[in-house]
């Protein structure tokens, strides 16, 4: 099996105007899936996207509380680690964390850092 990380925006208007996300990772045979992620300081993100393939420098955190955090990491070789952790949450039958890693080789960060950017200005999904 592959793995895989997709996040999609959603829009619950009638409940919030601010966006959540759902999250469905197949990592190493286990899969993962939320579709009520709120991200914190989502007005930062893509600043802080742009900012990171500008200089290839620093780390992005997309903190989604204890049920998904995403790092991402700028390396020294030009490429990114997508660092991400997730917990599930009460409804499963005990608990389950998944810790893992997606590295992207410098030729391929642009690119992703782009469809991060993308998710979080116009909505695209983001498929790894």
């Given at each position: ?51 990171q ?7 992005v ?42 590295s ?25």
């Amino acid at each position: 099996m592959k793995n895989t990380l997709q996040i999609r925006s959603e829009h619950w208007p009638d409940v919030t105007a601010t966006p959540h996300f759902a999250v469905v990772l197949n990592y190493e045979g286990l899969t993962y899936e939320c579709n009520d992620i709120y991200f914190d300081n989502l007005s930062d993100i893509v600043p802080e996207l742009q900012e990171q393939e500008r200089t290839r420098k620093g780390q992005v955190v997309l903190d989604g509380g204890f049920r998904f955090q995403m790092i991402v990491h700028a390396r020294s070789s030009g490429g990114i680690d997508l660092n991400f952790r997730t917990e599930s949450d009460a409804t499963f039958p005990g608990k389950c964390v998944i810790e893992g890693c997606f590295s992207v080789d410098g030729e391929h960060a642009a690119n992703t850092i782009g469809a991060l950017t993308r998710l979080f200005d116009d909505g695209d999904d983001f498929v790894l």
